[in-house]
Nanobody, 119 residues
């Protein structure tokens, strides 16, 4: 059964860091691009970052450029989102998703992990 499970969210203060993980099971992650998105209940979904299947190409939303870094370890069937210098406006539910290519439709997604940035 295809499954994506995120972890690593939590409550941090502004300026601190978190590392989100996305573990895939039931399929090989290396066939897909991986996107990280964020969406709070009642709000629009925002694409945060995406990495190609090989890891050779990455994309970031302007709001996170220079602060977030996406990576993947295909041997571990896992993707990561390193988030540094977190700001209150980064507060959201973050989830990972697989896409055939970055900016393409989502094929499957995880349940998400909550990130709260507050002093």
């Amino acid at each position: 059964q295809l499954q994506l499970v995120e972890s690593g969210g939590g409550l941090v203060q502004p300026g601190e860091s978190l590392r989100l993980s996305c573990v895939a099971s039931g399929f090989a992650l290396d066939y897909y691009a991986i996107g990280w998105f964020r969406q709070a209940p009642g709000k629009e979904r925002q694409g945060v970052s995406c990495i190609s299947s090989s890891g050779g190409s990455t994309k970031y939303a302007d709001s996170v450029k220079g602060r977030f870094t996406i990576s993947r370890d295909n041997a571990k069937n896992t993707a990561y989102l390193q988030m540094n210098d977190l700001k209150p406006e980064d507060t959201d539910v973050y989830y990972c998703a697989i896409q055939y290519y970055c900016s393409g439709p989502i094929h499957a997604r995880g349940q998400g992990t909550q990130v709260i940035v507050s002093s």
